[in-house]
């Protein structure tokens, strides 16, 4: 096991930030922590560091099996990446690369000769060898990151830490930049935690995301399992848009109770209410009832920029809905604003009502 976190509590004055919180990252993997602001992300991502104590007998961090409540942040080899990490603007990127390197006490700090050839080879990973002599300002945005990164990788972390570390770039440049971490991480053998609000950052980066929302683990598991097995109704809106329907359960059925579905209603005494979820991608459209139950909606705006089509709709009953279709679905479908057109759930995620009426 790389790194454990166990039943971590964390507590500000009386407000808890982290709610007995545990979680296991294995040696070379890369875990997103995912959820709104204020979930407790960047506290997880400190007390892993050691730059913030849990509760006082609250649970244990360990490292590779070694409990390191006790150690020095320097002696935890973490290196860290911050959305705003501030690189040293009168130091060239060489020298900032360099900084961890000759900080070290004078037994351990490396050679002149080795610095360079150390630095240089950082760069080149993070793909900056040319730029070795410029300052910060010299740097885009996502220019600085690298350094920032090359910084954090100079003292041969076991473990990286990174919160929000493309926060603050545009969104291409976050696009190639996560999919160069991810390399990056594969080929030196890294273990990584990654904080981010951004879902689609989360599940295409990471080999398993942890959701939070107010300092609970709301689900862990892989993108696959997060995205199309979420546990909790937080999971299934956090990952993206859904359309929300009340329903009710009976055995493995769902009815959906909207009066405007064309549906035969059979909520009797023996069913159960439910809340039913469905993606965009999830709702099948067509011009004409084609014999399965559904519901009446029209074309209120059509997005087909893009590699889907997205129609929003308006349902009879007035709410609104969204659908995703290829574009050839579309193309052949013919649709324009105004029109009506029958939908149908594919597939749903359900939750049984907590308190039925
Ligand atoms: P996230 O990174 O998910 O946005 P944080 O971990 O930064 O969330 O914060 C979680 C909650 O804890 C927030 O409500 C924040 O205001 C609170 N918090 C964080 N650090 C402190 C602190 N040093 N003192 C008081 N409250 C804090
Ligand atoms: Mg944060």
Redesign the pocket.
Known sequence: MGIEVRNITKT??T?A?LRDVSLGVATGELVALL??????????LRIIAGLEEPDPGSGAILFHDEDVARRRVSSRRVGFVFQHYALFRQMTVFENVAFGLRVRPKRLRPSRNLVKYKVLRLLKLVQLESMANRYPHQLSGGQRQRVALARALAIEPKVLLLDEPFGALDARVRQELRQWLRRLHDEIHLTSVF?T?DQDEALELADRVLV?NE?RIEQIGTPDEVFHRPATEFVVKFMGQVNFFHGRLEGDKVHFSTMAWDWPEHAGASTQPARVFVRPHELDVDVERNGQPSLQAVVTRIHSAGPNVRLELRAASGEPLCAELTQERFRSLNLSVGNTVYVTPRDVTVFADESPK
């Open positions: 500000f004055g407000f930030a959820g709104p602001s204020g979930s407790g992300k960047t506290t997880l904080v609000h939070m300092g």
